[in-house]
């Protein structure tokens, strides 16, 4: 089936480095990404999201990109900090009733001072 | 912002006990809730769509009888793990949707059956 992925389970950064976590989809009728954190025996955070209209959204010290030629979504994360330190996931919002999401694999970011 | 509470955050229950847990909207109204599971270092699975007023859609593979959901008001959706047996212990995560598209997440629920 349809499915989000991600193509590097671990990242590791210098604290102030820039951070890039990608994230592919392969559901081409896909409309709707976003961008969750999630820390240690949390629930996942609401950082950034993007509609399949755009290709670009900034946030505070993030931006996600959209490439829909690809199927590719990338989020950036400037200036890392150690409290930046989490797994974060794509997600897709699913065609179809009840506006489902579809997370993706996940990525550790793990940043050193 | 959204804010979405789930009770209790922790629980540890016998093998065949039932256990309930509590996802609440705290400063909005969500007709649309949903409830995830997620084992150790892996990513979210949705588990179930809750409807409030009606039965909830339940993902292939998602056994409804042993999950019971009940979405009895806009603010209020709850998950009963019935007869838990060892293979059920995890994360238990709901969301719930403001508008059209957005999911504010609650913060969890470690369930542990021994």
């Known amino acids: 089936g349809e499915s989000v992925g991600l193509h590097l389970p671990t990242l590791s950064v210098q604290e102030g480095d820039n951070s890039i976590i990608n994230c592919a989809y392969s559901n081409s009728a896909s409309d709707y990404f976003i961008w969750y954190k999630q820390e240690s025996g949390k629930g996942p955070q609401f950082i950034i999201d993007?509609?399949?209209?755009?290709d670009k959204r900034q946030g505070q010290r993030v931006t996600v990109l959209l490439n829909k030629t690809v199927k590719h979504l990338s989020l950036q994360i400037a200036a890392t900090q150690p409290g930046d330190s989490a797994v974060y996931f794509c997600?897709?919002?699913?065609?179809?009733?009840?506006?489902?999401?579809?997370f993706g694999a996940g990525t550790r970011l793990a940043v050193h001072p | 912002g959204a804010v979405v509470s789930q009770h209790p955050s922790r629980v540890i229950c016998k093998s065949g006990t039932s256990v309930k847990i509590e996802c609440r909207s705290l400063d909005f109204q969500a007709t649309t809730m949903f409830w995830y599971r997620q084992f150790p270092k892996q990513s979210l699975m949705l588990m179930a769509t809750s409807n409030e007023g009606s039965k909830a859609t339940y993902e292939q593979g998602v056994e409804k009888d042993k999950f019971l959901i009940n979405h009895a008001s806009l603010t209020l959706s709850t998950l009963t793990v019935t007869s838990a047996h060892p293979e059920d212990s995890s994360f238990y995560i709901c969301s719930a949707r403001i508008g059209q598209d957005e999911q504010y997440f609650g913060p969890g629920t470690r369930l542990t059956v021994t």
């Open positions: 993007i509609r399949s209209n755009m």
């Open positions: 997600a897709e919002k699913a065609p179809g009733g009840y506006n489902k999401l579809i």
